[in-house]
């Protein structure tokens, strides 16, 4: 089992321009029900007479230790992925050094683009082909674990509502301040 620290920044896209022709690969990743700050996920990339790896992450944010083996046996793969409370579909797309999820079934419409950086301090500048005013960064928020419990809880809908009338929105947040007596918990009574 490989052992490695992985740096890498999320950002959730309302679209990507991708080169003409881009097919991507598609991935299957199953994740078991595990502990905050820690995943567990078995991922098939190629079909099912693809690749199978099972990965453990340990921590949230942008940087995690990584632990990876790949499977030599597909059918041990397959029983694993089977057994996952939890699953999502995507496709990945490479380009400029960018992993580019395309979602499928109940995220459709979803784009999550993931940058691996050097150290967590490196500048990770949007690319030019995706629009700025559509990008929110969700490296400390989002993971695919919590995609994934959210895509099976929508696999049972008949029509799930599109992505992003989920995706949380930044909240205004009001503050009152004021000295001892000065009524402040008089306004928030009210």
Not at 5 to 25: C, M, N, Q
Not at 61 to 75: K, P
Not at 93 to 105: A, K, L, Q
Not at 177 to 187: E, L, V
Request: charged share 25%; proline share 8%; aromatic share 6%.
């Amino acid at each position: 089992m490989t052992k490695h620290i992985e740096i890498e920044r999320r950002f959730v896209a309302r679209t990507v321009k991708l080169y003409r022709g881009a097919i991507g690969r598609p991935i299957v990743q199953g994740y078991f029900q595990t502990p905050a700050h820690a995943t567990m996920r078995i991922r098939q990339t190629g079909g099912d007479v693809g690749k199978y790896e099972l990965t453990r992450k340990t921590g949230r944010g942008r940087s995690r230790v990584e632990h990876n083996v790949v499977l030599a046996d597909r059918a041990i793969g397959r029983t694993l992925l089977a057994s996952c409370p939890f699953v999502l579909r995507k496709r990945r797309f490479i380009r400029d050094g960018w992993e580019i999820d395309r979602y499928i079934g109940p995220l459709k419409g979803l784009w999550i683009l993931e940058r691996e950086l050097p150290s967590a301090d490196t500048p990770c500048p949007l690319p030019p082909w995706v629009d700025p005013d559509s990008v929110v960064e969700v490296t400390n928020d989002l993971t695919n674990y919590d995609l994934a419990k959210l895509a099976t809880v929508l696999r049972g809908l008949e029509n799930p509502p599109p992505i992003f009338e989920l995706v949380a929105k930044p909240l205004p947040i009001i503050v009152i301040t004021g000295g001892p007596c000065s009524g402040k918990s008089s306004i928030l009574a009210n």
